[in-house]
């Protein structure tokens, strides 16, 4: 089974000869091949030269057997075609020319123009897309965009947060306001995706990072439909779309109510619970990313428990249950995506008897 | 019903006439009173003086009819005891001498002898019983500490921490000496709980702040026990113990196995849900802190949300579902306690027929 099906099939709950992995964030700081371009160029310049973008896209896969790529890009990289110009600060994350926060703010933002600004990360997804029929044929291409609430919680408060105080305050102050507002990030983001997808890209993921900081009924009232818009909108494509939040603990069924093929699990909600709370879904998790750093012992107890928790194959894409973390050693890696391919395969050759 | 007995009485799920109200955070930065003392004192001055502490706890008693007066202190006061220095800077949090990461690190722990080093806490306790009784007669008060997970991640961090990686890397790379470490701050927390009780507090929180970065596996193996232990010995002298976290949409019921009269809940976690995971608990929470800066009306919505929640007077304690912040306008606060007063007592007027 070529390694497209499985990540593929697994999306559509259907049967697997082991589960298929990615690890969020695999493109990134870990790989010593990523810190030395990162030396000479901007993580925003990386984003923004598709060949570039590309070579970062690959670097992963040159490594390790993994089930699918996943673009190299940033959440905040279409805002600009609004009008929202950012840049990224080491040590500090994005830092924005100016936050929204009012109507006139958001009577202010741009037209983006079918996207035009934005052409480079389509340009990217072609190059990923022969890079790997090349080098790693089969190989799915994952497409992703921010969440129109974690994408709007940097546009208000105008950089990183803790709390999201600006953010929440904005969507209590002004109901009406906030609704105009992630209506045109749906209508921004919704596009984004599809021209990704319409670029060759065969799943996306949405992120949405921080609606962990929401209650149910926040959620319900503000966030649903604009976000349920985004991803009926990839779906409308044909393509699966996982569903991404953390600290959701208390929203996955609000979130999974806004649709997603897979709904993406942080280490917190074991993936039995996922399963339950979100019936007929696949689901897409959920190894601590910490236990990275756990002697390999204790690292593959913790995975074992996580294929464990998953309770069979079909519908489980492992994954970490948040990004990988810079300092991660890569020795772990290697053992993890090893691990989950041999005990997996083990599985499924047990359940064909 | 004086409101002693009603604070009281709800937390062991007994009838009141109205739901009691206090505020996390009460005494603190949004009180203009206590800015001007805080200009002359540090905030750890105020903690460590037992005059000071007790004004700055009965300043919020003297504005708003509050079910409960809570010591003002600080989830770290405890731990220069084992010889864990610290300091607050602002803008920023606490700051440690030097962080815990080792098994040398936690032998070279000093032995708390009798709590004597922390005298000043147990003073402020008296002096407030007695300003109470003169001030506000039958309001209880609450005493409090850090529960041994959230004062072990600032041990460890050596400061306030996004991710806790530290914290987390220590639990899965040495269990045992994890295990060393919170049986310490057990014993120690223990100690200084049942002295505030001693010393005449009314009833005991738990505040187990950064307890949601956990999964349910991670608390129950290696949180719970210590954690019980803390909650245990309070219960023995017989105080209601109310038993917060945040982020804990995932643990709550692992969270309620470790014990406590009352859970208190986040704003992410609906009172009904709660309930519902917490059988035969009663609830404290749990108004999103960032309500009071929404217009009146929208405010008097979400207040009447979570009474709506919480499904009846019996076993519901009205707080917030975080700390109140510092920009928070006082009105809204005065808006609020009379809100949940009025609406509560014609509730109960009600059943009474």
């Known amino acids: 089974m070529p390694a497209t099906s499985r990540f593929l099939r697994a999306c559509r709950s259907e049967s697997v000869d082991r589960t298929p992995i990615w690890i969020m964030r695999q493109a990134g700081r870990y790989l010593p091949e990523y810190r030395a371009l990162r030396e000479r160029h901007s993580m925003l310049h990386l984003c923004r030269t598709p060949e570039l973008a590309c070579e970062v896209t690959m670097q992963p896969l040159r490594r390790f057997p993994l089930d699918a790529a996943i673009l190299f890009s940033d959440l905040l990289i279409p805002i600009p075609a609004l009008g929202c110009g950012f840049d990224i600060v080491e040590h500090r994350g994005p830092v924005l020319d100016r936050s929204v926060r009012s109507r006139e703010d958001i009577d202010a933002l741009k037209d983006p123009e079918d996207l035009r600004s934005l052409e480079f990360a389509f340009e990217a997804v072609r190059l990923v897309k022969a890079a790997l029929a090349k080098e790693a044929p089969g190989t799915p291409l994952i497409g992703f965009t921010g969440a129109p609430f974690t994408v709007a919680s940097y546009m208000i408060e105008g950089g990183p947060s803790r709390r999201f105080a600006e953010t929440r305050k904005f969507m209590h102050r002004d109901p009406v306001g906030w609704d105009m ?12 995706l599809v021209r990704q997808i319409d670029a060759g890209a065969d799943a996306v993921q949405l992120f949405d990072s921080w609606v962990g900081v929401l209650s149910p009924g926040e959620y319900r009232r503000h966030v649903l439909e604009p976000t349920r818009r985004v991803i009926a909108a990839a779906s409308a494509r044909r393509v699966p779309v996982i ?15 806004a649709g997603g093929d897979v709904i993406g699990a942080d ?23 910490i ?6 012992e204790v690292l593959s107890r913790m995975i074992d ?29 290697r053992f993890l995506v090893e691990a989950v391919h041999d005990r997996t395969a083990r599985d499924a050759s047990k359940e064909r008897g």
């Open 291 to 296: 236990a990275l750093f756990a002697p390999q």
């Open 243 to 257: 569903h991404f939040g953390t600290m959701n603990g208390t929203l996955i069924e609000a979130m999974a109510d």
């Open 181 to 192: 507002l992630m209506g045109r990030l749906a209508a921004l983001l919704s596009e984004y």
């Open 267 to 289: 280490w917190r909600m074991p993936l039995d619970t996922a399963r339950r709370r979100c019936p007929g879904r696949a689901v897409q998790g959920n190894l601590d990313p």
């Open 305 to 333: 428990d996580v294929i464990d928790q998953a309770g069979g194959l079909p519908g489980h894409i492992f994954n970490l249950g948040h990004g990988i973390l810079p300092e991660t050693p890569i020795e772990n890696v």
